[in-house]
């Protein structure tokens, strides 16, 4: 890992940490007021609020994720630093497509 | 003074990269060092041993090797603090390659100590005046705690993220590096800086500390090391790297 990778998986996860504290509110308030997918929908769709929050919350998983596995790759399996990043980099879109897929199905009106 | 009536059990590391441990009895002595064991099977057991000293008081760093599974400085570390039930399993420093016996080769060592820019560059010339660095100094403060380093490797041995990273310079070279970034006579900060901040430099450690655990100088490279970290980060926010 160099200083960039450092960098930026350190201001990814200090994103992450009120982003995954108010999820966590979000899911103990959902399941405690009993609302169905129906009641959710309706907060959500066409709601910029949300959608700022959810798709900064998948950019910044996006982000974290994808240099910490290619730490992981790098370090135990017999891959180069180069394949790794290939990899880690494709895990990057992965994770970005179906978090982005997923935000767009609920926030979209 | 000798005691005929015990005997430890040695376990002596005889090949090269491949090899295995070989058993010796050896005679059990008050304030018997590793290193004094390991001399004394091969004036008076095998004379064909290979194993590397110089000093024997703890300052060349040149003694070290792996005991009972963790590096040490073998003349400064006494048999009865580390011998188990009467028996030592002495080998070669991991994380290097075994030229022979308890003999490891030491250039990938010092090679990452180049890497991580480890040599002063200095500012001035013969003709200037002595530079005066005040000992009060922040710089001077962090430099002292961290310029002890006899370049044992014992750090290095002892260190997983060298086993796992080939291009990780390692707790040594880092610790190196940041004495001179607080040097204030010294003119390579800048390469120095790109250099630790680069793949395989203080951004590859995981902070396990086990350099500090063990480092006979009672140093923290792990503290150099997050110190780095910090410098490195500031300076890739300002846009200098």
């Known amino acids: 890992m160099n200083v960039g990778l450092y960098v930026w998986q350190r201001l990814t996860a200090a994103l992450m940490v009120p982003l995954v504290l108010l999820h966590v509110v979000v899911i103990f308030y959902a399941t405690r007021k009993g609302l169905t997918a129906a009641d959710i929908l309706a907060r959500t769709r066409g709601s910029l609020a949300w959608a700022s929050f959810y798709g900064a919350f998948v950019v910044a998983v996006a982000v974290h994720a994808a240099i910490g596995v290619r730490n992981v790759l790098a370090e135990w399996s017999p891959l180069k630093s180069r394949d790794a990043g290939i990899l880690a980099g494709a895990f990057s879109v992965l994770l970005f497509l179906l978090g982005g897929r997923a935000v767009v199905a609920v926030v979209l009106p | ?241």
């Open chain 2, 1 to 241: 003074m000798a005691d005929s009536r015990s005997e430890l059990t040695v376990l002596l590391w005889r090949g090269a990269q491949e090899g295995r441990y070989e058993t010796y009895k050896v005679p059990s002595c008050e304030n018997q060092t590793v290193l004094d064991i390991v001399t004394f099977v091969q004036r008076h057991l095998d004379p064909t041993l290979s194993y590397r000293f110089a000093c024997r008081v703890g300052m060349c760093g040149s003694c070290a090797m792996t005991v009972n599974g963790r590096p040490r400085w073998t003349c400064r570390t006494h048999v009865a603090t580390v011998a188990k039930g009467g028996r030592l399993k002495i080998g070669p420093l991991a994380n290097l390659p075994v030229i022979k016996d308890l003999a490891t080769d030491l250039r990938p060592f010092f090679d990452k100590w180049q890497e991580a820019k480890g040599a002063f560059v200095p500012s001035q010339t013969r003709n200037d005046d002595i530079a005066r660095v005040r000992p009060d100094s922040a710089a001077r403060i962090a430099a002292d705690a961290a310029i002890e380093c006899i370049n044992c490797a014992i750090c290095y041995a002892a260190c997983d993220t060298v086993r796992w990273n080939s291009d990780y310079l390692g707790p040594a070279a880092l610790n190196r590096a940041w004495t001179l970034l607080n040097d204030e006579r010294d003119a390579g900060n800048a390469e120095r800086l790109r250099a630790v901040a680069a793949s395989g430099g203080c951004h590859a450690c995981h902070s396990h500390q086990s350099c500090q655990e063990l480092c006979p100088q009672l140093l923290n490279p792990t503290a150099s090391i997050a110190a780095l970290k910090r410098r490195t980060m500031w300076a890739y926010l300002r846009g200098e790297l």
